[in-house]
């Protein structure tokens, strides 16, 4: 009896060692690669005027700052953005972002990147292009997706 529950013991002890050693953990490179198409993709959904989308990249605890404006969390970001997809006047819109950096540590990682926007009137006659440096942290949230948990952006100059 005894050796049999040893047996019993130890071929649990070697299946909790495969499954173990069947989740490999975090993967850096995968992160980094899901950040980065994520940002390629945000443009998209900015463009075509996706709300759920272009809120979906941040987290509801997300703090978007801009110097010489107040810090806005994720209900005042989206309100910010359906003004801007219902403004009658100006169509605003994105290039896909100038990644430069990204650097995954565990379920954070921090993003230097380059965003440029241009505003059109209703005939499309380009009123604006800005462009502005980022930092943005991500954190992994529970389903294993990545959102921005803190955005600094500011004009370059």
């Known amino acids: ?11 649990f002890v070697a299946l909790a060692g495969c499954a173990k050693a069947a989740d490999p953990g975090p ?3 995968k992160d980094r690669a ?10 998209n ?8 989308a272009v809120c979906g990249l941040f987290a509801d ?27 009658p006047s100006h169509k605003y819109s994105y290039d ?17 990147l380059i965003w440029k926007l241009t505003v059109r009137d209703t005939s499309g006659a380009v009123l604006e292009t800005t462009e ?8 992994r949230q529970p389903d294993g997706s990545w959102k921005i948990h803190i955005s600094h952006a500011f004009s370059v100059v």
Do not use: H, K, T
Request: hydrophobic share 45%.
């Open 1 to 11: 009896m005894l050796r049999w529950l040893a047996g019993v013991v130890s071929a």
């Open 27 to 29: 993967d850096p490179g």
């Open 34 to 43: 899901s950040i980065e198409a994520a940002l390629q993709q945000w443009p």
């Open 45 to 52: 959904d900015f463009n075509a005027e996706n709300l759920p």
């Open 61 to 87: 605890d997300v703090v978007l700052a801009y110097p010489g404006s107040p810090d806005r969390g994720y209900q005042q970001f989206c309100d910010q953005m359906r003004q801007l997809f219902d403004s």
């Open 96 to 112: 896909a972002p100038d990644v430069q950096e990204v650097v995954v540590d565990g379920d954070l990682a921090a993003v230097r």
């Open 132 to 139: 502005e440096n980022g930092v943005d942290v991500f954190r």
